[in-house]
């Protein structure tokens, strides 16, 4: 499953086990989590709130960040890119990876484009290396 903006994947799992399951398939593509926000703790202490399990998961493969920063060093500020997992129901998942055509989307540098498609190519892989265990 595609939206506009990212790759979305349904795993029969709990959150924990799908993000072990994303860091696999993360690790693959010499990509991994260098970021987390847990959102259900967050909206709990700060508002009050009882959500289902969810997290906001910063990505990132060194390699494409550099060819990226090099390119331009602005770009940090879009970097990582972004996912997020939830538990929406008991023991199913979704998880979303940032599409990163939408950061290419805003580049005018062709190098910055092609970086941006390589990440795109390896988040699609990992989406469907996902899949296949959903």
């Known amino acids: 499953m595609q939206t506009p903006y990212a790759f979305v994947v349904e795993l029969d799992q709990p959150l924990p086990a799908a993000l072990d399951a994303l860091r696999g398939a993360l ?16 909206l709990k202490t700060k508002l009050g709130l009882d959500v289902p399990p969810h997290m906001l998961l910063g990505i990132c493969s060194p390699r494409i960040a550099h060819d990226l920063i090099r390119q331009e060093p602005d770009i940090g500020a879009l970097l990582p890119c972004g996912g997020s997992a939830i538990e929406h129901e008991p023991g199913r998942t979704r998880i979303a990876l940032q599409d990163p055509r939408v950061i290419a989307a805003l580049a005018a540098n062709p190098a910055l484009r092609s970086a941006c498609e390589l990440a795109r190519a ?8 996902l899949a296949v265990t959903a």
Do not use: K
């Open 122 to 129: 390896a988040l699609r892989r990992v989406a469907d290396r």
């Open 27 to 42: 690790a693959a593509e010499q990509m991994g989590v260098v970021s987390e926000v847990d959102v259900q703790a967050t």
